[in-house]
């Protein structure tokens, strides 16, 4: 875990004076079509090289690739995959330098693609990336945290993810992180977007971000509903399960439209579009008087008082609540669609699934929009440090659970946290005990499934919550996690970032203590030295744990 300081990264643990990370900004123009399933695309990445580095190569991210015949995800779970695509192809690109484009064969291994350049980029400049791609998207069957699937009134639900040519991150630790998607999850580097989707006229779109175009792609009743529900508290319908078949819910027939989203600030998009949507909103209310909007997209089987009619509701109590105790949420809407790939999550927009209902609606809900926080505003490399996104966002979905309409879903105990319903001190001790555990810092695609929920998730989460209730006390916590929240907002912060350097900042300065490092029954630090700081985190703990 140990990593150099100095002006870039401070000992601290937080951003250095001279802290610097590149941006790419992306315009991307792309067609669905849901009879062939597929995705056809162009996209303009405007790259800014922040580094005091010249870069003679880039590289992109091409995830796709995943679902190829022989790929390096498929062979890490010992054998094909449940079925194939061609992956995403590359069909040109060139990339701007001097005011020309020049076009770059790239050198495709796996899901990365390294752009060889004609002319270095210097430190400070910038370069447009100009591609056009396609790709067939995976059926639900095999797509994993993307897909599609056919409702039960006969729609094809799309949960477009992983969709365009993503920028691989150039940070001052590694220069380029270009380790291969295995089907974890994502390190990115933060822009602007701008994405133009053409699909069919009866499809309704829900996307990252704002949409641009509404009087071009929603009727004026979908309009004046949605006017209304920014202004309000409680549910408000825009498309009724019932009017899901009525042409009159579309303000062109036949053909296609074309929905203009943009999001600031972000580090990825998605999206997800059906014929087959009921659709509904309501405001959310942030901190300093703003408001966002949260909206829940889902199929005619999915609606009920009880099922998807709440979801809005918790999605909206759970933004509210992590912006009051946390970190203010950022952008214009917070989107949950009921269809494949459930229990995905992208910035402002998750996926859950068509069935869930009840207290596990409302857990999967919270946690996923949850993932806002860590890792979409604090842009954790997921790729290697998965507990720090899972361990961080179901430690603070413990207490959404407490919160939300005086507990009615409290405690939060399922796959994720105290599985089998009880203590949760209790249920962690096998995991303690057993030898053949990983440790939490274990990289991601090294935590077997076995372990991925006892480690990743409840391991980790837990040991914040005995950090916070047990040894530090909330008065001394929150305000540091609220600090290291702010700071590394919209950065890339790493382990090392929020653990304390000395035993004199334990508890009382700008970071975080976590030390469930190995074992728990281990009194020394990450460097095997002794550290007073641990000690105490390790009476503690077994206090805790005795309670």
């Given amino acids: 875990m140990g990593q150099p300081t100095g002006r870039v990264r401070s000992a601290t643990g937080l951003p250095g004076p001279d ?24 996209v303009d990445i405007h790259y800014a090289n922040g580094s005091p580095d010249v870069l003679d190569v880039l590289w992109l991210q091409l995830d796709q690739n995943l679902y190829r015949t022989g790929s390096r995800g498929a062979n890490s779970r010992g054998g094909a995959m449940a079925g194939n695509t061609g992956g995403m192809t590359l069909d040109t690109v060139s990339v701007e330098s001097g005011g020309r484009f020049s076009t770059v064969t790239p050198l495709i291994s796996d899901t990365r693609a390294q752009l060889r350049l004609a002319a270095p980029l210097a430190a400070g400049a910038k370069a447009v990336i100009r591609i056009q791609y396609h790709y067939t998207v995976p059926s639900e069957s095999f797509g994993g945290r993307t897909g599609w699937l056919t409702s039960k009134n006969g729609g094809d639900i799309f949960s477009i993810a992983q969709w365009y040519p993503r920028m691989a991150v150039y940070d001052d630790l590694r220069g380029w992180d270009t380790a291969p998607y295995l089907a974890q999850e994502f390190y990115l580097e933060y822009g ?18 704002e949409l641009q175009n509404p009087a071009e ?19 408000v319908i825009i498309r009724a399960p019932r009017e899901i078949a009525n042409p009159a819910t579309r303000p062109k027939q036949g053909g296609t439209l074309t929905w203009h989203y943009r999001m600031e600030n972000t580090r990825d998009v998605a999206f997800s579009a059906s014929r087959a949507f009921a659709w509904d909103a309501a405001r959310i209310n942030l901190p300093g008087g703003k408001s966002s909007l949260a909206m829940s997209f889902y199929p005619a089987e999915s609606q009920g008082k009880d099922r998807w009619g709440r979801s809005t509701e918790y999605l909206k109590d759970s933004v509210e609540r992590f912006s009051a105790k946390w970190f203010a949420y950022p952008w214009p809407a917070a989107v949950n669609v009921a269809g494949p790939a ?61 919160a939300f309409n005086r507990g009615e879903y409290a405690p939060k105990r399922d796959s994720e946290y105290a599985p089998g319903g009880g203590n949760p001190v209790d249920e962690i001790l096998p995991v303690l005990a057993d030898p053949d555990a990983p440790a939490i810092l274990s990289r991601s695609d090294t935590v077997i499934e076995k372990w991925r929920h006892p480690v990743t998730y409840f391991k980790s989460a837990l ?16 305000p540091a996690f609220r600090k290291f929240v702010a700071a590394w907002a919209f950065k890339h912060p790493k382990p090392a970032e929020f653990f304390p350097r000395d035993g004199e900042r334990c508890g009382r300065g700008p970071v975080v203590v976590v030390a469930w490092l190995v ?13 007073s700081c641990f000690e105490g985190w390790h009476a503690a703990g077994h206090r805790g744990i005795a309670r």
Wanted: without cysteine; charged residues 25%.
């Fill in 463 to 478: 040991g914040l919550v005995l950090l916070r209730e047990q040894i530090l006390g909330p008065d001394r916590f929150d």
């Fill in 342 to 402: 459930s229990g995905m999550e992208y910035p402002g927009i998750v996926f859950d699934g068509i069935d869930d209902k009840g207290k596990e609606l409302f857990w999967i809900t919270a946690h996923e929009i949850g993932h806002s926080w860590f890792p979409m505003i604090v842009g954790f490399d997921e790729r290697r440090h998965a507990w720090m996104d899972e361990g961080f966002n179901t430690f603070i979905d413990t207490y959404q659970s407490d």
């Fill in 192 to 209: 602007d977007f701008d994405y133009w989707l053409t699909l069919p006229s009866d499809m309704l779109v829900a996307g990252s971000g």
């Fill in 19 to 42: 802290y610097w990370q590149n941006r790419a900004d992306y315009q991307i123009r792309a067609t669905l079509d849901p009879t062939a399933k597929t995705i056809t695309g162009n």
């Fill in 519 to 531: 074992r728990v029954q281990l009194a020394d630090g990450p460097s095997g030295g002794g550290d």
């Fill in 217 to 235: 792609v929603l009727t004026p009743t979908q309009i004046a509903r949605l006017a209304m529900a920014r202004t309000s508290d409680a549910t």
